[in-house]
């Protein structure tokens, strides 16, 4: 969008076509108890350069360098130079949402490329050109089975990342649906299949919020027989050496895609990963690329559907919040692409090996111990006699982000710290980690 200054002779010319008197009567009609009266708190204006040195010191408060064992949902996986080095073609990186397809067959094209490998990777044939995020795309596959179903059940794992049951939770009360939370017992899902009401979907995460794998079977066994759909959250670093979710008998997979192509960046942006069965493609939420020719039969691409309410009346639309992601989509394709289907098995193979060997040194610490005893994936959590945000504090002094703290959503776990590992992590980091934390919980 252009930057265009209004001069006072343009503000007079509007309010005049509008006919008020000041800008304030735009707000006239606002209730008062929601307008701000007075001082806004905001400091002295700064210059431009100014302001670059501003949040220039900013960054610099943060701690660089630190070795990362963080995980709960963005991922230090290692991103090949090439990944960036072809997402910022400006040909990518200039153009928004294709919906010229006389202009944008590229992009069109690489979002192709893109479901198409969403599709490969999760074993489900239908895959849309990306959502906001692994949590956006979480609701909207609720939304797809309540409108599928006419239900107003939604059962839920406790093991679903804690901002997806979030957001389906706001979602619920909206929509008056009612979301039950299935307990997790042994770090898996304790489906209780006589709870009501009967759902119109079954969500849960594998590997689930607390690393550990979980029993797909008993998931989708619940679904089937209650006539719900069996949504999966997955992950997408895991997929080339776990099943995926077509081949489990899933409905619908979704999944946040930040670990391919995309850095750690203080939360985003990211890109939300979906992907469902033919059966249920004219409900798929966002927009959806196809493949075709044109009048003189050359290979085209087009958007085949788009049922947002944007592009088609909104009672007919199958979403009215989605969006799509393409820059990270591609960046996401790009990644996948280089990787192959070998490329992205190894890493799901040395994160695994690796978070097994980083939790048998933890687990030989006195105080550490494992808070579950579950098969699990690149991520496991560890119950300390400390409390977790004072060892994290004390890890950081000697270089290693240590982990996240459960006690915010699993309160159930006191002292309890997620740890995270991937193929990036060295022999030496490992047991620098596992020597730090020793040495973090004999201080006390």
Not at 134 to 142: D, Q, R, T, W, Y
Not at 362 to 375: F, K
Not at 380 to 388: A, H, S, T
Request: aromatic share 6%.
């Amino acid at each position: 969008m252009d930057f265009t200054p209004h001069t006072e002779a343009d503000v007079s010319r509007m309010l005049s076509a509008l006919g008020f008197d000041q800008p304030s009567d735009l707000f006239a009609h606002l209730p008062g108890d929601v307008l701000v009266d007075g001082d806004l708190g905001l400091p002295e204006p700064l210059s431009e350069l100014e302001v670059m040195r501003h949040v220039d010191a900013l960054g610099a408060m943060n701690t660089p360098g630190l070795i990362c064992f963080a995980g709960g949902g963005i991922y230090d996986h290692h991103l090949p130079p090439v990944v960036r080095a072809l997402t910022m073609r400006p040909e990518f990186v200039t153009s928004y949402t294709p919906y010229q397809p006389e202009v944008a067959q590229g992009v069109l094209q690489a979002l192709f490329e893109y479901q198409s490998m969403i599709a490969n990777l999760t074993g489900l044939p239908a895959a849309n050109a990306s959502l906001y995020d692994g949590a956006s795309a979480g609701l909207e596959a609720v939304n797809l089975a309540v409108g599928h179903t006419g239900r107003k059940g939604v059962w839920v794992s406790r093991g679903v990342h804690p901002q997806t049951r979030e957001m389906i939770a706001t979602f619920a009360r909206a929509r008056e649906l009612e979301v039950v939370e299935h307990p997790m017992v042994g770090g898996r899902t304790a489906w209780a299949s006589d709870a009501a009401p009967e759902p119109a979907a079954v969500v849960f995460s594998q590997p689930n919020s607390l690393g550990v794998i979980e029993d797909y079977d008993a998931a989708v066994k619940v679904a089937g027989a209650t006539g719900a759909l069996a949504i999966a959250e997955v992950d997408p670093m895991l997929l080339g050496v776990l099943r995926t979710p077509g081949a489990a008998g899933c409905d619908i997979a979704f999944a946040e895609g930040q670990p391919l192509g995309n850095p750690m960046s203080f939360g985003g942006p990211v890109v939300g990963i979906f992907a469902t069965t033919m059966d249920l493609i004219r409900r798929i939420p966002g927009r959806l690329v196809g493949a075709t020719v044109d009048q003189e039969g050359r290979h085209a691409y087009t958007l085949t559907l788009r049922t947002r309410e944007q592009d088609i009346r909104r009672e007919k639309a199958s979403s009215n919040i989605c969006t799509n992601q393409t820059l990270n989509a591609i960046a996401a394709a790009i990644h996948l692409a280089w990787l192959g289907p070998h490329g992205l098995a190894e890493v799901g193979r040395q994160s695994m090996l690796k978070a097994r060997y980083l939790a048998d040194r933890l687990a030989d610490i006195r105080g550490i111990h494992l808070a579950v005893d579950a098969p699990f994936g690149r991520e496991f959590p560890v119950l300390l006699p400390i409390d977790p945000q004072d060892a994290i504090a004390a890890m950081a002094e000697r270089g290693f982000l240590a982990g996240i703290p459960l006690s915010d959503h699993y309160p159930e776990f006191p002292g309890g710290l997620l740890v995270a590992v991937t193929e990036k992590r060295t022999r030496a980091e490992l047991d620098g980690y596992a020597e730090a934390l020793g040495e973090v919980i004999a201080d006390g």
